[in-house]
């Protein structure tokens, strides 16, 4: 707990008589431990990129040692004993308890450390497999020479994977990449000491993007310069750090006009009251700041999610082949133009792109902008069209923006620009309608399984659309996606609401 929420908890409320919380920790660290370097970082991708490359390798060594034991050292009829030996050997690896924290930038390219990190399991590998032997009544001395055979196999490749990746690691581009990119919002020396320390002593970890604040000065612009370049910059983490005199509710202003940035959102802890003592405080490099917001799905799940969505795209896209042909054919046949509609939507981060959908429309007839949305009888749409808006297989092509990284097969329904809720705007009609742009929106999703789709008439219909889609984003996971699939299948095909 850091000097300035000690102070709170003891009741000290006066904010101006506290430490600055930039302060008060790093520089009793900074005494304790040298320079601000030995601090770590924990990459939110690579430690699990690492912990699957590991099992990779020891299942390649499992393999080699396999291979090489039957060829030159085992019996055919004693081969079944040493490959359960093998298999338990390298299980025991994957399930001892790791010691992830060693796998923090910049523990990660020290040779030392990740030894210290890898012989745990490899040593508990080991006496696993001569133990499945002994107890197969194997020889003592086999059952050691084998072992060791093993031994050598795991840990020759396991070196070379590290010697490797930390070859990776230092190149500049990769430092590069792994540097989280973070921005400060505020003012005054707290804010600018702040800037120094990452720009002189955490540049392995941290990358300034600059120092925002309305009242201009020595500033790289303003808040919502911030939260514009946000959509097109890639910003992993803004640090919010006023003089203590701003207060707390100051503070929750800014946060506010955040809610759409796609980035975890900090503070330093003396700029909150008492009554917020409980919210998490979070290591970042040599500070302890207070979490105002994290973004919803972390890179690793945002990995999973893509792997998930190009694996079932494809395999949609493989079975649906015959059916796309036909209704292509169809539209072809039933009015003049193309047989695909792009429209513009803004999707992720805020960023807008061209979703394809089959032309349920007359062409001469199409609302490019979405300035009127589609009613239940109306006279722009086809014959055909009508058919598969009722079917849904007007979205059928969407999986296409799915391969292209544009949308998801769960999330948001991504909406038009002009499109309107009660004569306003999405946006202006409900300001928090821009969070549901902190995920991939998605061809089908929560909101769409529980009734709120078709047209927005009133405010009350986007409202209720909002508060399903927040609700999809704050419980997310793959198992939630795949009931969705399988509920839009069962109930949205057959929806009233579509038309």
């Given at each position: 707990m850091s000097e300035a929420l000690r102070h709170l908890k003891n009741g000290e409320t006066d904010l101006s008589s506290l430490p600055s919380g930039l302060d008060s920790i790093p520089r009793r660290i900074h005494t304790a431990r040298g320079v601000d370097d030995s601090f770590s970082y924990r990459h939110p991708?690579?430690?699990?990129?690492?912990?699957?490359?590991?099992?990779?390798?020891v299942c390649l060594a499992v393999v080699a040692c396999i291979a090489w034991q039957r060829i030159y050292d085992t019996p055919d009829e004693l081969s079944g004993a040493l490959l359960l030996a093998n298999i338990m050997a390298a299980g025991a690896f994957f399930l001892f308890p790791k010691n992830v924290p060693l796998l923090d930038i910049p523990d990660i390219t020290k040779i030392s450390v990740q030894i210290r990190y890898l012989l745990p399991p490899v040593a508990f590998g080991e006496v696993v497999f001569c133990t499945v032997l002994v107890m197969l009544s194997w020889p003592f001395g086999v059952t050691v020479r084998m072992g060791m055979e093993w031994l050598v196999f795991v840990v020759a490749i396991l070196f070379v994977e590290r010697c490797v990746g930390t070859y990776i690691l230092h190149t500049p581009t990769m430092t590069r990449r792994l540097a989280r990119k973070v921005a400060i919002i505020g003012s005054g020396s707290e804010a600018t000491q702040m800037a120094t320390r990452i720009n002189t002593r955490m540049q392995r970890m941290f990358r300034l993007v600059g120092t925002f604040d309305d009242q201009g000065g020595d500033s790289d612009g303003t808040v919502e310069e911030l939260v514009l370049r946000a959509r097109e910059d890639h910003i992993d983490a803004v640090i919010i750090c006023f003089p203590p005199a701003c207060g707390q509710q100051h503070v929750m202003d800014v946060l506010w006009r955040l809610r759409g940035v796609l980035a975890d959102v900090y503070v330093v802890?003396?700029?909150?009251?008492?009554?917020?003592?409980?919210?998490?405080?979070?290591?970042?490099?040599?500070?302890?700041?207070?979490?105002?917001q994290r973004r919803p799905l972390s890179e690793w799940d945002m990995l999973e999610k893509r792997a998930f969505d190009?694996?079932?795209?494809?395999?949609?896209?493989?079975?649906?082949?015959?059916?796309?042909?036909?209704?292509?054919?169809?539209?072809?046949?039933?009015?003049?133009?193309?047989?695909?509609?792009?429209?513009?939507?803004?999707?992720?981060?805020?960023?807008y792109f061209n979703v394809f959908k089959f032309r349920s429309m007359y062409t001469d007839m199409s609302d490019l902008d979405a300035a009127r949305q589609t009613s239940r009888t109306d006279p722009r749409v086809t014959r055909i069209g009508r058919w598969i808006r009722r079917l849904s297989i007007d979205e059928l092509p969407q999986?296409?923006?799915?391969?292209?990284?544009?949308?998801?097969?769960?999330?948001?329904?991504?909406?038009a620009p002009q499109t309107r809720a009660g004569g306003q705007l999405l946006h202006e009609a409900m300001e928090e309608y821009v969070a549901r742009h902190r995920v991939q929106p998605g061809i089908t999703g929560w909101a769409q399984i529980n009734g709120s789709r078709g047209e927005l008439v009133t405010r009350d219909d986007l409202c209720r659309r909002v508060v399903l889609d927040l609700e999809y984003i704050r419980a997310w996971s793959i198992w939630l996606d795949i009931k969705i699939i399988f509920l839009t299948i069962k109930r949205e095909i057959f929806s009233r609401n579509a038309f």
């Open positions: 991708v690579l430690p699990q990129v690492v912990v699957l490359s590991d099992a990779f390798c802890p003396s700029l909150m009251t008492e009554d917020c003592h409980g919210w998490p405080v979070e290591r970042f490099g040599p500070f302890s700041l207070t979490v105002l190009l694996t079932a795209s494809v395999l949609l896209l493989l079975a649906l082949a015959p059916l796309l042909t036909l209704v292509a054919l169809a539209i072809k046949l039933d009015s003049r133009g193309p047989v695909l509609f792009c429209q513009p939507r803004q999707g992720f981060n805020n960023r999986l296409f923006n799915v391969l292209r990284g544009e949308m998801s097969l769960v999330g948001p329904r991504p909406h």
